[in-house]
């Protein structure tokens, strides 16, 4: 014989969803938080990003942290409207996090950069942060090879209190199929 018992506890605005089954002196006690909060995980550049979960914990696929959806509000350019996406905000910051070798084209892969960028390699930009204080409140786009460290930037400087933050997605990898062949490629991007 199951029994089957529901019980609704409210803590701290809260509410949990305790379910109780019992068969044969066996019981177990389930428990779901209901907060109404979508969680993703941290902003990686990778198809995880678009799973959502009902609590916070670790994202299985890629080990980061699974944050409140709502923190998330940094926006994206595609590499074929960075030309329109600059002539509209001329006063964009360029932000490149990658390695300083990948930023001058010493590494192994040269994909190039964008000129008048600032390089922040990702694993310093937190100790780094107040090279950037002056632009708060100014357009900042953020680049890395593949799209995978920017969007990690991006949310920390959203986190950092950077209002207006942008990520190229797929990054430089990709100039050459999407931006060279544009007419303002040669006004932005060295190599």
């Not at 709502?70 to 595609?78: E, L, N, P």
């Not at 390089?119 to 995978?148: A, F, G, M, W």
Request: charged fraction near 20%; charge should be positive.
């Amino acid at each position: 014989m199951m029994i089957r018992k529901s019980v609704y506890i409210i803590s701290k605005g809260i509410l949990f969803f305790m379910l109780v089954f019992s068969q044969a002196g066996f019981a177990q006690t389930v428990s779901k938080k209901i907060t109404g909060d979508v969680f993703v995980c941290t902003p990686c550049g990778y198809d995880c990003d678009k799973e959502e979960f009902s609590a916070a914990g670790i994202c299985k696929h890629c080990n980061m942290k699974l944050i409140k959806k709502s923190t998330i509000v940094f926006g994206t350019v595609k590499p074929a409207d960075i030309c329109s996406f600059i002539r509209k905000h001329p006063k964009t910051i360029l932000l490149d996090v990658r390695t300083r070798e990948e930023f001058a084209g010493t590494a192994p892969e040269n994909f190039g950069r964008l000129k008048n960028a600032i390089n922040i390699p990702i694993q310093e930009l937190e100790k780094r942060i107040d090279e950037l204080k002056n632009y708060k409140n100014t357009t900042i786009l953020v680049y890395c090879s593949h799209s995978h460290r920017s969007p990690q930037s991006s949310y920390i400087l959203n986190q950092l209190g950077y209002s207006s933050v942008f990520n190229l997605s797929g990054g430089m990898s990709v100039w050459e199929n999407e931006v060279a062949k544009n007419n303002c490629s040669q006004k932005y991007y060295t190599k």
